[in-house]
């Protein structure tokens, strides 16, 4: 959804204010538009009175932009958003409850077609439902791919790769169009009532595809479809045919530690389970003392980027600039792994930490890790506090998990303590960590 999407967070921003409200001295309302709307005005109530009710300024809320027989819904609806947000994606029950309210809301409002705020709300609705159910077909989609490979020493490499790109290119057909389209059939709505800027094409001329352009992520792949086709390139011009089994074989097994290891996907929820948190969520909300996931800016369709940014190019520098950066990005660049787009992240200096326990005291293991996320850090890795596995070591690019020995001695006593601490760079950033038991 980019960096500016439509998120009510009507919970969480109530808890973020009553936290911080007794070392701030004042306030002022500020967000960087239309869709921060429920938000900017959810802030300003508490402070003018930190004890505002939250069920009764939603009820309000609802009273005030859609009318009293409205309000209960719009404010059951705007909770039901936030709840969307909550846990893995796929096992979330409520987003298609969520979208059936809003779409009701929207067939019982008299002034729909003017009022942003039930068009902006329904947006995001079937969005969250698009997402969904787009992430539930590319998973299957890749799943799919994955078993073609697994055919490869039997069948050969290319062959295993075209059956794998074609079950990938399953995608190219939208799951839900009837959802997609009502999406799309809200975006001259939106600009016509309030001028929301919802792609960086015509009409709508967005600053760029990150700043709440959400249209123009419709078509972002979810799964790893990007990183595999540019992987089957190279995979197709290895020399040899082990060579070419052996990178397939990686492919389909990029998750597994093996018998008594441990893979954590750092970025994914409910995909780790050993990092250190040293405050929890709801002492540390701005993450300023403990671990959050974070994201990197990252879109996979780089030729619809070339096209938008030509449009506008003479008309803003500051677009000629980005195309040029851009440009030079996209010129053999990397596609990035789903587990590469997101990692855990801590800033101002905290370090990051991760725990194992119940480890073989007689085992060797060895660690891999990968360095990726928007900061770019210097970090350096200490075992146990006592040993050093790394000194300052810069993010590589090109993006690759790297291994590193540990000595048996670190896991002896059958647990592990990683911990990363920054050198240079904005913070830490992780994005996968493998402790493989070595046979």
């Not at 062959?159 to 009502?182: C, H, K």
């Not at 789903?338 to 101002?348: D, L």
């Not at 001695?409 to 059958?414: D, I, K, L, N, W």
């Amino acid at each position: 959804v980019g960096r500016e999407p439509m998120m009510p967070l009507p919970k969480m921003h109530r808890h973020i204010y009553l936290r911080y409200k007794d070392v701030s001295d004042g306030f002022g309302t500020y967000s960087d538009g239309i869709h921060d709307d429920f938000n900017k005005q959810l802030w300003s109530a508490l402070g003018w009175d930190p004890g505002t009710d939250l069920d009764s300024f939603l009820l309000e809320y609802g009273k005030v932009w859609w009318g009293p027989d409205l309000a209960k819904d719009v404010a059951k609806g705007l909770s039901m958003l936030e709840e969307n947000w909550i846990g893995p994606n796929l096992e979330n029950k409520t987003i298609p409850q969520t979208l059936e309210l809003w779409e009701s809301i929207a067939e019982r409002s008299s002034d729909f077609a003017s009022n942003w705020r039930s068009q902006m709300y329904l947006f995001r609705a079937r969005f969250d439902r698009y997402v969904q159910e787009k992430t539930r077909v590319e998973a299957k989609y890749e799943a799919e791919a994955l078993a073609a490979l697994e055919k490869a020493p039997q069948i050969g490499a290319g062959p295993a790769i075209e059956q794998a790109l074609t079950a990938l290119a399953q995608a190219d057909a939208p799951p839900l169009p009837d959802v997609r389209n009502g999406i799309e059939d809200l975006g001259p709505l939106l600009l016509k009532s309030i001028g929301y800027q919802l792609s960086v094409k015509e009409p709508y001329k967005a600053r760029n595809s990150e700043r709440g352009a959400m249209l123009d992520w419709l078509d972002q792949p979810v799964n790893d479809r990007p990183w595999m086709e540019q992987r089957f390139e190279e995979i197709l011009e290895l020399e040899s045919k082990a060579e070419q089994l052996a990178a397939i074989d990686e492919m389909i097994h990029w998750t597994d530690p093996g018998p008594g290891g441990y893979y954590d996907n750092l970025g994914a929820v409910g995909e780790f389970s050993h990092v250190v948190y040293q405050k929890t969520w709801e002492e540390d909300p701005s993450a300023c003392n403990s671990p959050r996931v974070a994201f990197p800016y990252y879109k996979a369709d780089k030729a619809a980027i070339a096209e938008t940014m030509d449009t506008f190019e003479e008309a803003n520098s500051t677009f000629k600039e980005e195309k040029e950066a851009g440009g030079a990005q996209s010129r053999g660049r990397q596609e990035l792994r789903m587990s590469w787009q997101s990692q855990i992240a801590s800033q101002y200096g905290t370090p990051l930490k991760m725990h194992y326990e119940n480890l073989d005291p007689e085992a060797q293991y060895r660690l891999k890790v990968t360095y990726a996320g928007r900061y770019r850090p210097t970090m350096t890795l200490t075992l146990n506090d006592t040993y050093s596995v790394h000194g300052p070591v810069k993010q590589p690019q090109p993006i690759w998990p790297v291994e590193y020995y540990i000595p048996q001695e670190a896991t002896r006593g059958g647990t592990l303590d990683l911990e990363w601490n920054l050198v240079e760079g904005r913070g830490c950033m992780v994005s996968e960590v493998w402790l493989i038991k070595v046979p």
